[in-house]
């Protein structure tokens, strides 16, 4: 593990798993490793009997976890709903960890994504050799899923075309996949369920038939309702990166975390905090993984190429990569913004400065 770049959650979260399993003493859902009530806390983090911390993996409303917990006791899917950066490929690893033990049952989707991908595959070599036979057979990671009765993850469900969405409804439905070559089928052992992701941005790419919807019950993940709030996310996230990555840099002051989230809000809210001036909104989504991935670059070259003391030189450059995405508008909103807002802030100097310089 020492040299992997990014361990499952249940590896990473080993401990705090096997403390919550010490403490449940209520019936478990079938198949499941976890209560529901110690699935919430793994996930909005809390302080257990014995006194030991369980850290919070979602910072939130603790009612929207437990709505989708809930959902995955019963026969209906979950869907995690929202703007991209709001922690649903996150919650959707965590929450498998958590009640399955297991977050690797994954199918990413794209417009490549096959009904193979979904369903089953074929080993050509053995179909050509022996014919259709069970040993010929593929399995995908719902099919597993179902056989063991576990959680299985599709990411990004919006970018599979909606022709392939639609073999997952016999699946949810009936809990059953056929194997019409076969003339057989598996059939889903209890604990299997779906959680799948899908964001905003792609409305309208591939929208899922009203069949399919049915079958989902969606949970909306928001954007983070205060600055402090996504200020806590941004440092925890960050404080994570700095120890896998063991970069030789100081831990940021939470002055310079709460400017990059200033800015980012701000600019995704076409308003300043103090409700005053009213700004041009950029292209991009602006969300906290893009503070997250400013305050980590900038650590990067405080470490590598500075002393070891995040700046505003630093994170300039990784600001206005996150800002400017079409190099025409976007370069528009932000001068204005530079020049409107960051200019005018007496402790903002040094950050009009380095992006000045960088543009």
């Given at each position: 593990m020492s040299q992997v770049l990014r361990g499952h959650a249940e590896q990473l979260y080993a401990q705090e798993l096997e403390e919550l399993k010490k403490q449940d003493s209520s019936k478990l859902p079938a198949n499941w490793k976890l209560t529901p009530q110690s699935v919430v806390t793994y996930l909005v983090g809390g302080k257990l009997k014995n006194g030991?911390?369980?850290?919070?993996?979602?910072?939130?409303?603790?009612?929207?976890?437990?709505?989708?917990?809930?959902?995955?006791?019963t026969d209906r899917a979950l869907l995690l709903y929202?703007?991209?950066?709001?922690?649903?490929?996150?919650?959707?690893?965590?929450?498998a960890a958590a009640i399955s033990g297991d977050s690797t049952m994954i199918i990413q989707g794209t417009a490549g994504t096959s009904e193979e991908s979904i369903?089953?595959?074929?080993?050509?070599?053995?179909?050509?050799?022996?014919?259709?036979?069970?040993?010929?057979?593929?399995?995908?990671?719902?099919?597993r899923a179902m056989k063991e009765g576990k959680i299985v993850r599709i990411e990004e469900l919006t970018r599979i075309g909606a022709d392939v969405q639609d073999t997952l409804i016999t699946i949810l439905s009936e809990k059953?996949?056929?194997?019409?070559?076969?003339?057989?089928?598996?059939?889903?052992?209890?604990?299997?369920?779906?959680?799948?992701?899908?964001?905003?941005?792609?409305?309208?790419?591939?929208?899922?038939?009203?069949?399919?919807?049915?079958?989902f019950n969606t949970v909306i993940l928001p954007v983070?309702?205060?600055?402090?709030?996504?200020?806590?996310?941004?440092?925890?996230?960050?404080?994570?990166?700095?120890?896998?990555?063991?970069?030789?840099?100081?831990?940021?002051?939470?002055?310079?975390?709460r400017r990059i989230v200033t800015i980012m809000r701000e600019l995704r809210n076409g308003v300043t905090t103090d409700g005053k001036t009213k700004l041009k909104v950029p292209s991009g989504t602006l969300s906290t993984a893009e503070a997250i991935s400013v305050v980590n670059s900038g650590l990067a070259m405080a470490g590598y190429f500075g002393?070891?003391?995040?700046?505003?030189?630093?994170?300039?450059?990784?600001?206005?990569?996150?800002?400017?995405?079409?190099?025409?508008?976007?370069?528009?909103?932000?001068?204005?913004?530079?020049?409107?807002?960051?200019?005018?802030?007496?402790?903002?100097?040094?950050?009009?400065?380095?992006?000045?310089?960088?543009m």
């Open positions: 030991f911390e369980v850290t919070p993996k979602y910072i939130g409303n603790r009612r929207l976890m437990e709505i989708a917990v809930a959902t995955l006791t929202g703007l991209p950066g709001t922690a649903k490929s996150w919650v959707s690893e965590h929450l369903r089953y595959g074929w080993n050509y070599a053995r179909l050509l050799a022996e014919g259709p036979s069970a040993n010929a057979v593929v399995e995908t990671p719902v099919m059953m996949l056929p194997i019409p070559e076969l003339n057989t089928e598996v059939q889903a052992v209890r604990g299997f369920n779906v959680i799948a992701t899908a964001n905003n941005r792609d409305k309208g790419v591939n929208d899922l038939s009203s069949a399919l919807k049915r079958r983070p309702d205060s600055i402090d709030e996504e200020i806590d996310i941004v440092r925890r996230r960050v404080e994570s990166f700095e120890k896998i990555m063991e970069v030789p840099a100081e831990a940021p002051a939470l002055g310079e975390i002393d070891g003391r995040l700046t505003a030189e630093d994170m300039a450059a990784g600001i206005i990569g996150a800002v400017i995405k079409d190099p025409v508008q976007d370069k528009i909103v932000w001068m204005e913004y530079l020049e409107t807002v960051v200019k005018t802030r007496e402790d903002w100097k040094d950050i009009y400065r380095a992006c000045r310089n960088m």
